[in-house]
């Protein structure tokens, strides 16, 4: 067991008031560490220190390729400490050790070295046309100017701690921004061991902070201060809302990554094989608990009955147990708290629709301890139930029937959300078609979960604001300025001045 502290302005620290938390291993229950829990004052310190290396230091006043030297060392780090920040991510979060080492430690690396990339390669001028007072008069060049936007403040979700901390922290200190952190007070560790590669690196004092503690008061606190430039938050639309309106008093740019409740389509001409594995895994990674996940089935009536079947089959054989066993395919949820949201749903379900498999808390010698939900399968279900229309954030998967296309579209953006989709088909063409009707930001075709640091990553209606990876994401943490040159500097040459000066 450790204790972990707060970072602020190139220190480690106690909170100001001293108090700490502990942080709990969900397969086993057992306490891992301390941490420091924070408050409104350590916010203040964290901005305080935020601002001065905005404003003061050398960071946004470096070139491109100066920052990208150290944004690169810290994704080489990152790389580097593989097994470590694999084993501490399993242990605080849940997630088995296959999804730590092959995707969670190898994404959050992977994005700190585009952006890196993005420092040196993209542009921070770009020319406009040139600027006529009227037809047939010459032009005067013109051209924008895209600089840091300043201090941002950064709320990240428990579900992916390394790869949201990446997302947030990269592209912001990659175009010369200051940050202060706060990850999700329950899966905090592995944010606290990128603030120590991030000292490790030597990046100026003051560029990262991360704060951590609850989200009722660090988070407000860090959306509400007025010496935050711009909030960039991940988590419930719910929550989503209520940063909007922190921000709102201050007129703080937002970002806003929210919830989702993705419908993968499925066509009749499909290879029921590659659906009953690709909607399994569309719904079950890491168990549900994640954002995108295709937690709504559309299935054609016409192969409905021999997918929900084959999926049923399929989903029996995940083997739930040791998140640190390379053989676990399922660990457990991240909480009670997000066990018992699961179990409340599932009861609502056996109500509305019709239970195939799963339905119940796991149970057995390896399991007791843990928060462990069996992979659970509703059929029959009306779009209009609750099961398919709120986000469940656990291994359950709604299954609807359509006769068409045309009602698969209908049914799947009917709904609050337009977070991520996919269409699964034989026919790709005709895929295509589905997906270019599908009111979401990202849809995979016979894919699901795949997401780059180059491709765009945001919502449509409720589940977002603004888009984060790649350029638009880069660009996301800069200011635009537009400069016009007027080089002539003989006033009788300015046409413009003679709107108010008649002589």
Same mark, same amino acid.
């Given at each position: 067991?450790?204790?972990?502290?707060?970072?602020?302005?190139?220190?480690?620290?106690?909170?100001?008031?001293?108090?700490?938390?502990?942080?709990?291993?969900?397969?086993?229950?057992?306490?891992?560490?301390?941490?420091?829990?924070?408050?409104?004052?350590?916010?203040?310190?964290?901005?305080?220190?935020?601002?001065?290396?905005?404003?003061?230091?050398?960071?946004?006043?470096?070139?491109?390729?100066?920052?990208?030297?150290?944004?690169?060392?810290?994704?080489?780090?990152?790389?580097?400490?593989?097994?470590?920040?694999?084993?501490?991510?399993?242990?605080?979060?849940?997630?088995?050790?296959?999804?730590?080492?092959?995707?969670?430690?190898?994404?959050?690396?992977?994005?700190?070295?585009?952006?890196?990339?993005?420092?040196?390669?993209?542009?921070?001028?770009?020319?406009?046309?040139?600027?006529?007072?009227?037809?047939?008069?010459?032009?005067?060049?013109?051209?924008?100017?895209?600089?840091?936007?300043?201090?941002?403040?950064?709320?990240?979700?428990?579900?992916?701690?390394?790869?949201?901390?990446?997302?947030?922290?990269?592209?912001?200190?990659?175009?010369?921004?200051?940050?202060?952190?706060?990850?999700?007070?329950? =899966?905090?560790?592995?944010? &606290? +061991? %990128? /603030?120590?590669?991030?000292?490790?690196? #030597?990046?100026?004092?003051?560029?990262?902070? $991360?704060?951590?503690?609850?989200?009722?008061?660090?988070?407000?606190?860090?959306?509400?201060?007025?010496?935050?430039?711009?909030?960039?938050?991940?988590?419930?639309?719910?929550?989503?809302?209520?940063?909007?309106?922190?921000?709102?008093?201050?007129?703080?740019?937002?970002?806003?990554?929210?919830?989702?409740?993705?419908?993968?389509?499925? =066509?009749?001409?499909?290879? &029921? +094989? %590659? /659906?009953?594995?690709?909607?399994?895994? #569309?719904?079950?990674?890491?168990?549900?608990? $994640?954002?995108?996940?295709?937690?709504?089935?559309?299935?054609?009536?016409?192969?409905?009955?021999?997918?929900?079947?084959?999926?049923?089959?399929?989903?029996?054989?995940?083997?739930?147990?040791?998140?640190?066993?390379?053989?676990?395919?399922?660990?457990?949820?991240?909480?009670?708290?997000?066990?018992?949201?699961?179990?409340?749903?599932?009861?609502?379900?056996?109500?509305?629709?019709?239970?195939?498999?799963?339905?119940?808390?796991?149970?057995?010698?390896?399991?007791?301890?843990?928060?462990?939900?069996?992979?659970?399968?509703?059929?029959?279900?009306?779009?209009?139930?609750?099961?398919?229309?709120?986000?469940?954030?656990?291994?359950?998967?709604?299954?609807?029937?359509?006769?068409?296309?045309?009602?698969?579209?209908?049914?799947?953006?009917?709904?609050?959300?337009?977070?991520?989709?996919?269409?699964?088909?034989?026919?790709?063409?005709?895929?295509?078609?589905?997906?270019?009707?599908?009111?979401?930001?990202?849809?995979?075709?016979?894919?699901?979960?795949?997401?780059?640091?180059?491709?765009?990553?945001?919502?449509?209606?409720?589940?977002?604001?603004?888009?984060?990876?790649?350029?638009?994401?880069?660009?996301?943490?800069?200011?635009?300025?537009?400069?016009?040159?007027?080089?002539?500097?003989?006033?009788?040459?300015?046409?413009?001045?003679?709107?108010?000066?008649?002589?």
């Amino acid at each position: 067991m450790s204790d972990y502290q707060m970072y602020i302005d190139g220190a480690f620290t106690e909170a100001e008031s001293g108090d700490s938390y502990a942080t709990y291993n969900p397969a086993t229950g057992e306490k891992i560490a301390d941490i420091a829990k924070g408050g409104r004052e350590d916010v203040d310190r964290a901005v305080s220190a935020a601002r001065k290396a905005f404003d003061e230091g050398p960071w946004p006043k470096m070139s491109g390729a100066e920052r990208a030297a150290l944004v690169r060392q810290m994704g080489e780090k990152i790389q580097q400490k593989i097994n470590e920040l694999a084993e501490l991510e399993v242990k605080d979060g849940g997630g088995t050790i296959r999804k730590a080492m092959m995707a969670d430690v190898n994404t959050c690396a992977g994005v700190f070295l585009k952006y890196a990339e993005y420092a040196e390669s993209i542009p921070d001028t770009e020319d406009l046309p040139d600027f006529s007072v009227m037809p047939g008069l010459p032009g005067v060049p013109n051209y924008l100017k895209y600089e840091p936007i300043g201090v941002c403040g950064q709320i990240t979700p428990w579900n992916f701690p390394l790869v949201m901390a990446s997302w947030k922290i990269a592209p912001a200190i990659a175009a010369g921004n200051t940050i202060v952190l706060k990850p999700a007070s329950i =899966t905090s560790l592995t944010a &606290l +061991e %990128l /603030a120590r590669i991030a000292d490790e690196v #030597g990046f100026p004092p003051g560029v990262v902070n $991360v704060v951590t503690g609850p989200g009722g008061t660090v988070g407000e606190a860090i959306a509400s201060h007025p010496g935050v430039d711009k909030v960039a938050f991940t988590g419930s639309t719910e929550v989503g809302a209520r940063i909007m309106q922190l921000a709102a008093p201050t007129v703080k740019k937002v970002t806003l990554e929210l919830g989702g409740k993705s419908a993968g389509i499925v =066509t009749e001409d499909v290879n &029921l +094989e %590659l /659906a009953a594995k690709g909607i399994l895994w #569309g719904t079950f990674f890491h168990n549900g608990q $994640v954002c995108e996940s295709g937690t709504r089935a559309v299935v054609n009536e016409k192969i409905y009955d021999d997918l929900v079947s084959l999926m049923s089959e399929k989903a029996g054989t995940l083997k739930l147990g040791d998140p640190l066993d390379f053989a676990t395919d399922e660990g457990p949820l991240v909480s009670q708290a997000q066990l018992e949201t699961v179990e409340r749903y599932v009861e609502i379900g056996k109500k509305e629709a019709k239970l195939v498999c799963g339905g119940s808390r796991a149970s057995g010698d390896a399991l007791d301890q843990g928060y462990f939900f069996e992979p659970t399968i509703f059929a029959d279900v009306d779009n209009g139930d609750k099961i398919a229309q709120e986000e469940i954030f656990g291994p359950v998967l709604s299954v609807i029937k359509v006769k068409d296309d045309e009602e698969a579209v209908a049914v799947a953006n009917d709904s609050m959300y337009g977070l991520a989709g996919a269409v699964w088909s034989n026919d790709i063409e005709r895929a295509k078609g589905i997906a270019e009707r599908m009111r979401t930001g990202t849809i995979w075709i016979n894919e699901h979960h795949l997401l780059g640091p180059e491709h765009p990553f945001g919502g449509y209606k409720q589940s977002g604001v603004g888009y984060e990876m790649g350029v638009d994401g880069y660009r996301a943490y800069q200011a635009k300025k537009r400069i016009h040159v007027d080089a002539n500097t003989d006033p009788n040459a300015h046409f413009t001045f003679s709107l108010i000066f008649s002589q």
